[in-house]
Structures are given as C-alpha cells and as structure tokens.
C-alpha cells in the first residue's frame, strides 16, 4: 500500500502496474484526487483569460458583456451566459483587467467587482483598449457594463474590424 503525489497536465496518463510476485487472489484498488483552489495554486503561477464576442450583440446599460468566445482560460475563472458573465478570481492577488472594445455609440464601461461598480469609465470611445490593476480576493468576481446601450463589435479575432474582448491576468500577489 502506499500514496503519492504527483504533478499531472492534461493528457498526461497515469496507470498502475503490478509486480511480477502479485497472485491472482490480490485485490488492488487505485484512486485519483484531484488538488484544486486557492491552497494549491502556486504564488508564481499564471492566471489568465481571454475572451471575446462571437457576434455584435446590442447591449443594454448596466446589462454584463457575454464574452461568449474562450481564447483562453487557464483555471476556468468565466461564467459566460447573457447576464450571468463574470470572472471569478482562483487565487487572491493583484490582478490586470484589460479590453477591446468597439462599438457603437461610443460610451463609457463600467468594471463592476462583486456586483458594484468600481470603475465607470475603462473606454470612452469607438475602438480603442483601456486596462487596469485590481486587488482581487480569492472568490471575488468581474465583470463590464455599459452605462448606455451600445452595440458591441464581435466576430473573428483576425477579422477587420477585429472582435472585441477582455483580457484579464494576475500580476501579482
């Protein structure tokens, strides 16, 4: 009998094999646990989404942005859904939440923290990128609004105009 602990990536293959002396009345049992949370998330590891649009919805003021595209989601932080969008941190620490945003009027967008805003105005106009830093708790969450309904540019990230999309990263502890 015995345990181990072992550092696996997706795809990796874990199996078990018997010694040569094993008899055929052995009974032998193997079991997998995943570790997971904010105790077993390394202080140096990257936390990272990005998400984009895969249309050009109309958004409503004050209704949450569905980012419905995964670029990519390293400890899957989204929600996405129309009104349920949100990133919800893995691990505390300082984190930079950046977008690309056009649309159409050109308005404010709100970053709203736990369900408060907290920023009102990361962009104020027709295609440009904004970004900034926030101290996030482990189980806090985020999310972008509009202060007024706009239309938001979605599509192919290579497309012309390019797609619009939050980018969100931990910096640090």
């Known amino acids: 009998s015995g345990s181990a602990l072992v550092q696996c990536a997706a795809g990796d293959l874990l199996d078990i094999r018997p010694s040569a002396t094993c008899g055929t009345s052995t009974v032998a049992t193997f079991s997998v646990n ?10 140096t590891e990257t936390v990272y989404a990005q998400y984009s649009l895969s249309s ?3 958004v409503s003021a004050a209704q949450q942005i569905n980012f419905d595209v995964k670029v990519m989601d390293t400890h899957a932080a989204v929600t996405t859904g129309s009104g349920a969008w949100k990133f919800c941190a893995p691990v505390s620490g300082a984190y930079e939440i950046g977008a690309y ?4 009027p050109s308005h404010h967008i ?9 920023l009102y105005t990361l962009v104020d106009i027709v295609d440009t990128y904004g970004a900034f830093m926030v101290k996030l708790n482990a189980g806090d969450y985020i999310d972008l609004r509009p202060d007024n309904t706009v239309t938001i540019t979605g599509g192919a990230l290579a497309s012309t105009p390019a ?9 640090g502890n």
């Open 56 to 58: 050009s919805p109309s």
């Open 101 to 104: 945003l056009e649309m159409s």
């Open 110 to 118: 709100g970053v709203y923290k736990n369900g408060s805003r907290i």
């Open 163 to 171: 797609a619009s999309y939050v980018q969100i990263k931990r910096i």
């Open 34 to 43: 995943r570790l997971s949370g904010p105790a077993v998330i390394a202080a």
